[in-house]
């Protein structure tokens, strides 16, 4: 691969780097002149992998496209340009991606002037720009998570130019307010509180590929959330890597707990966040979630290990005991919780006794829902360079029965549902069936269940017939 002068490719030292500095807050956007009307007549398309935080950085993309006159299609064979947005919390993922992008090969075969880009997280990874620029000719546009902004006048020098426009800032980031968006939801939004991580969890890549912690300020969260009520959005979510610590990184009379009863105050039905870290969640933020109707009973609550030697390694700050209390604490104030989390099996050198620790924890806490995992080394994190001598033959065992044990307790959860009505938000017909409606509890449990006249958006009264691990069965009481 020859490298060209004008190329800024990702720096994995930079990026880890945390100054003092006061980050830059820019709040005014405009799209170049000579870009403003590149997309007329062109079609473009959007694939997302990963959380929440790109499922929304998508939907700014997609307003930046839209001003500049592109058109969304949901059919990757008509379109012009293709983003794929990535994710690099594990390896999977990028293999996936590669694979993606290798199927496209026959699209930019039969149409040359296919503009194939690529950003995301997994932008942000060394390896990973150096083996897709190298084997990958059709990718014609990689950026970053902190270019995106800078989207039109690549795309221009792209189409214009016949440019292979590479553009990767390792740094701290920015927070830019007013970028247009083009929401996928049409009553459900997601709402960036802050962006970036400086937790530097030892096993994770989020603090390298996304920057420091920046915080929105406050008011410009709430002027977000009073549009998107004037708008009929009946959900929000409140997105941070580890919300709990918004405002920290502004001064100290910001905190989440005020940011959350302020957005209940404006009258959102539906108000949820994600993701919690147990380290600084806070009493003030028990208090809020138990007080208003609004703000869903609902907590994503990382555990990651059960083991306080493996938490100490993962750099987690919370001992195994402060978890459990954490989590008494949360189902006694806050009448009707659920609560899922997060488990990684397999963290380096983690012994049999170990993860019984983990076990321990999910056979207490009896989990709502569990995300599991397989540790996955990634390039340039502490862990990564950890000695780790656990086969992976074990792991996938560990795997297996830890599914296996919290499968068990989410059945009993859901049983208990059984005979009861619950309000139901609607998101349309099942992905599986298109004779019954799906939507979610207040409590974040998907429920399918049968009705009439039955619109996406609505709020409906469902009476549960039956429960299996991951959704409810019921029919909707009119
Ligand atoms: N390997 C496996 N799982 C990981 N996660 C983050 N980094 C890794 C990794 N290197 C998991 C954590 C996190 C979730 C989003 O992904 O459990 O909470
Ligand atoms: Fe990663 Fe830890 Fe930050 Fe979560 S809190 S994004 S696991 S570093």
Redesign the pocket.
Request: one cysteine or more; glycine letters at 0%; charged letters at 10%.
């Given at each position: 691969m020859k490298k060209r002068p004008e190329w800024i490719l990702p720096d994995l030292k930079e990026a880890q780097k945390r100054t003092k500095k006061q980050i830059e807050r820019i709040d005014s956007y405009v799209v170049p002149e000579n870009a403003r009307s590149i997309g007329v007549n062109r079609l473009y398309f959007i694939s997302t992998y990963g959380?929440q935080a790109n499922e929304r950085d998508s939907e700014t993309l997609a307003g930046i496209m839209d001003s500049m006159g592109f058109t969304k299609v949901e059919d990757v064979e008509k379109a012009d340009v293709i983003l794929i947005n990535t994710c690099a919390?594990?390896d999977n993922a990028m293999e996936k991606v590669l694979g993606e992008i290798g199927n496209f090969k026959r699209l930019y075969r039969e149409n040359p002037d296919l503009v194939i880009g690529v950003c995301g997280c997994m932008a942000q990874e060394e390896g990973f720009v150096e083996r897709l620029l190298e084997k990958y000719p059709q990718v014609r546009l990689l950026f970053g998570t902190h270019n995106i902004h800078q989207l039109p006048e690549m795309l221009y020098s792209v189409i214009y130019e016949k440019k292979r426009v590479v553009r990767i800032y390792s740094r701290e980031g920015e927070v830019y307010e007013n970028l247009p968006v083009h929401r996928f939801g049409k009553h459900k939004a997601w709402v960036n509180i802050m962006y970036g991580c400086d937790k530097f969890?030892t096993?994770?890549?989020?603090p390298y590929t996304r920057g420091k912690q920046r915080s929105r300020y406050m008011d410009e969260i709430l002027k977000e959330v009073r549009e998107l009520k004037e708008q009929g959005y009946k959900e929000i979510t409140l997105l941070g890597q580890n919300v709990n610590a918004y405002g920290k990184d502004i001064d100290d009379s910001y905190d989440f707990a005020t940011l959350l009863e302020e957005c209940a105050k404006i009258g959102i039905p539906r108000i949820r966040f994600t993701?919690s870290h147990p380290w600084d969640f806070s009493d003030e933020m028990l208090d809020v979630i138990g007080k208003y109707e609004n703000i869903m009973p609902f907590i994503h609550l990382?555990l990651?290990s059960g083991d306080s030697d493996i938490l100490k390694l993962m750099g987690r700050r919370y001992t195994q005991e402060e978890y459990i209390t954490l989590y008494n604490k949360i189902i006694e104030r806050i009448p009707n919780v659920a609560v899922s989390t997060?488990?990684?099996v397999g963290f380096p050198n983690e012994s049999d006794q170990q993860f019984e620790h983990t076990l321990d924890v999910v056979k207490y806490c009896k989990f709502d829902n569990a995300?599991?995992?397989?540790?996955?080394?990634?390039p340039g994190?502490p862990?990564?360079r950890m000695e780790d001598p656990i086969s992976l033959e074990t792991k996938k065992k560990r795997l297996a029965l830890l599914n296996k044990t919290w499968n068990q307790y989410a059945l009993e959860r859901n049983k208990a549902y059984i005979g009861k009505t619950v309000t139901v938000l609607v998101d349309g017909w099942s992905k599986k069936n298109h004779t019954v409606y799906s939507g979610y509890t207040d409590t974040n449990k998907l429920v399918n269940f049968t009705g009439n006249h039955i619109q996406t958006g609505d709020f409906v009264q469902v009476y549960i017939d039956d429960a299996k691990t991951f959704s409810l069965d019921g029919h909707a009481i009119e």
């Open positions: 959380c919390i594990r969890c096993y994770c890549i989020v993701t990382p990651q997060d488990i990684i995300f599991t995992f397989i540790f996955s080394p990634r994190t862990a990564s």
